[in-house]
């Protein structure tokens, strides 16, 4: 008994951090020119558009 409810919890946990992980699955790019590890940076993030004419699409 107690080796089943081990293992559906941890079913429980891998699907709930697998639906909380799966939003940032995004095709976002950060980039610096002079990343210095301890040092302030300015980065750019890049997000594509993936729409072809450039308009994100509405539904």
Do not use: K, Q
Not at 22 to 42: F, K, L, T, Y
């Amino acid at each position: 008994m107690r080796i089943a409810f081990v293992t559906v919890s941890a079913a429980t946990l891998y699907v709930g951090a697998a639906a909380g992980v799966a939003p940032a699955w995004a095709h976002v790019h950060v980039s610096s020119d002079n990343p210095v590890r301890g040092n302030m940076a300015i980065v750019t993030f890049e997000v594509p558009n993936e729409s072809p004419t450039g308009a994100p699409p509405l539904r």
